[in-house]
């Protein structure tokens, strides 16, 4: 099955610094990677997703990029503000047989004014 | 309107009780998921439901019991209550291979 890791636990950034997560799947067929912030107390919440057939993917302050030979699949936020402060969940799924969104082990993100 | 709604969002409740989550979308997906969030805030699947095919993670013990009357409702029901089960319970739905909504989460706290 699939076997998502994420990297790292915790990222300390000051506001207007950039920040990067990264995640590696194990299953080849996995072709829908979604990005999920889940602020203290709520639920988590989707922010940006790639598919496999496209490298990289941006909005506004955030970006993801994906190597499908390498298995690596990344979350770029720039210019961060202390609202981007909560935790980040990557995921992998693929579109064949059944659906099994699975989560990375998350990061938690502080960014200090 | 709520698009993922799950009842209640807090339950507190005494070992070996048992318990039922319900949870309702009304997004017309097909899939449905329950994840298991503990106090690391690890996000783990229990259980994918979808086109009448129920996956079952084998990791979750048997005394959590999906039941799903129709694709719009995935209820979880959980026997014999133990203090390792307490954690946040999220109910998800998706379309194949798109967006995942969540609910709002159940806080399960087993005393």
């Known amino acids: 099955g699939e076997n998502v890791e994420q990297h790292p636990s915790t990222l300390s950034v000051q506001e207007g610094d950039s920040a990067v997560i990264k995640c590696t799947y194990s299953?080849?067929?996995?072709?829908?990677f979604p990005w999920y912030k889940q602020e203290l107390g709520k639920r988590p919440q989707l922010i940006i997703d790639?598919?496999?057939?496209?490298g990289e993917k941006k909005d506004q302050r955030i970006a993801v990029t994906l190597n499908k030979t390498a298995k690596h699949f990344s979350l770029h936020i720039t210019e961060t503000q202390p609202e981007d402060s909560a935790v980040y969940f990557c995921?992998?799924?693929?579109?064949?047989?059944?659906?099994?969104?699975?989560f990375g082990t998350g990061t938690r993100l502080l960014v200090s004014p | 309107d709520t698009a993922v709604s799950q009842t209640p969002k807090y339950l507190v409740t005494q070992m070996g009780n048992d318990k039922s989550i319900k949870c309702e979308q009304n997004?017309?997906?097909?899939?449905m998921y329950w994840y298991k969030q503990d106090s690391k805030k690890f996000l783990k699947i229990m259980f994918s439901?979808?086109?009448?095919?129920?996956?079952i993670n084998e990791t979750v013990p048997n005394r959590f019991s999906p039941k799903s009357p129709d694709k719009a409702h995935l209820n979880l029901h959980i026997n014999s209550l133990e203090l390792g089960d307490s954690a946040v319970y999220f109910c998800?739905?998706?379309?194949?291979?798109?967006?995942?909504?969540f609910g709002q989460g159940t806080r399960l706290t087993v005393v």
């Open positions: 998800a739905s998706s379309q194949r291979n798109t967006e995942a909504f």
């Open positions: 299953d080849s067929a996995s072709n829908y």
């Open positions: 790639i598919r496999s057939n496209v």
């Open positions: 995921a992998a799924n693929k579109n064949t047989g059944f659906q099994k969104l699975v």
């Open positions: 997004l017309g997906h097909d899939t």
């Open positions: 439901y979808n086109n009448k095919e129920l996956i």
